[in-house]
């Protein structure tokens, strides 16, 4: 079959690897797992949503792709408590896996995102899950690629036509048989439905990403399973993801209505949004150990959510629809193109 049929088969199909309601953690280790000053970060981006929208009486706070409900559980405890902000937070799970036992009772959970959203929309490690089919380069043009479910094994199959070619040409030019591109074009429609969800706010897409004029030659289909990387065997076993093309993502959440635009690194951003990864003062630790040990620690969580080898190198879509896009992000220093990448549509950040 297909790769975007057998993805979707093997992750969400009966039986399938998110819809047995498996821990993440269990397999592969996110930003939201590593640490709760990730959830800080993303409070911190609530607040300014938060005094963009003029301190609305409902704040919506969604997780797409929620799991465990680890995130929006760590960004309601530090938000406490009190009518400045925590009491107006309405916390929305979006995930297809069941509601977990002992999750907080200020999350609503659901299949999909709310229709309409007045708030904050975060994505983390989303999008790289959502199906695509795979083309090949071969000597009469891109084919898609066949994969079988069971073993992995590969072939390939009917030219790739329509949407998928329009995108292929677009958003993933092929030069030399042999080379690969995942065919992103339902993760640019997936964005672009939250886009369009949003009356005012802000929606976040965190992803490993790559950008025209840089995409892999391979591709970058993989697998995921008990903490560790395995073959790409769509059977049901074990997470299948594809890396994002982020740029193609940010075009798509513009034409769908985002009237301001950041696509940055997630090292870039966390040091905006106050996550500096800078040690303590020496002289704090005779003065008061206990305190010292305490923000060393947070200087050492910081420091790998930001580590440009690591999660520091992930891609950070920021789209704002309705509301300026926080200072902290636009205070970023733009920076220019990949080679040969097209310019996007609408006021952009880089």
């Known amino acids: 079959m297909t790769w975007r049929a057998a993805m979707q088969q093997a992750l969400y199909g009966s039986g399938g690897f998110y819809q047995r309601g498996e821990r993440p953690a269990a397999h592969f280790r996110t930003s939201v797992h590593t640490s709760a000053r990730y959830a800080a970060a993303v409070l911190a981006l609530l607040r300014h949503t938060d005094a963009a929208l003029g301190h609305p009486p409902r704040l919506d ?16 405890a530090l938000a406490g408590t009190g009518p400045a902000l925590a009491e107006r937070i309405t916390a929305h799970a979006a995930e297809i896996a069941p509601r977990p036992p002992g999750a907080d009772d200020r999350i609503t ?11 904050l929309v975060v994505a983390s490690e989303w999008l790289d899950n959502i199906s695509l089919d795979v083309a090949e380069l071969g000597p009469d043009g891109p084919r898609l690629v066949l994969v079988d479910p069971g073993t992995g094994a590969e072939r390939t199959g009917p030219a790739v036509t329509g949407t998928d070619l329009a995108w292929q040409r677009r958003w993933w030019p092929l030069g ?29 897409a965190a992803e490993y990403g790559h950008r025209l004029g840089s995409r892999p030659p391979c591709g970058t289909i993989a697998g995921y399973l008990d903490g560790r ?27 769908a209505g985002a009237t301001q635009t950041v696509l940055t690194t997630q090292r870039a951003a966390l040091r905006a949004l106050g996550l500096t990864g ?7 630790a005779s003065a008061d150990p206990a305190g010292y040990l305490a923000r060393l620690h947070q200087a050492a969580e910081e420091a790998e959510l930001t580590d440009p080898a690591g999660f520091g190198a992930f891609s950070w879509l920021v789209q704002a629809v309705g509301i300026p896009l926080p200072g902290p992000l636009q205070r970023l220093a733009p920076g220019g193109r990949a080679a040969g990448e097209p310019a996007l549509t609408g006021p952009v950040l880089a």
Request: hydrophobic share 45%.
């Open 109 to 119: 959970w659901a299949a999909a995102p709310p229709d309409r959203i007045t708030g």
């Open 229 to 255: 990387p395995v073959r790409p065997i769509p059977d049901g076993s074990r997470d299948i993801t594809a890396h994002v093309a982020i740029d193609a993502c940010a075009a798509a959440g513009i034409a």
């Open 61 to 76: 706070l969604v997780d797409i792709g929620a799991g465990q409900g680890e995130l929006l559980e760590q960004v309601l």
């Open 176 to 204: 030399q048989p042999g080379e690969r591109a995942e065919l992103g074009h339902p993760r640019c429609a997936a964005w672009a439905d939250v886009i369009g969800r949003l009356d005012r706010g802000l929606a976040l």
């Open 278 to 284: 800078c040690r303590p003062p020496l002289s704090q």
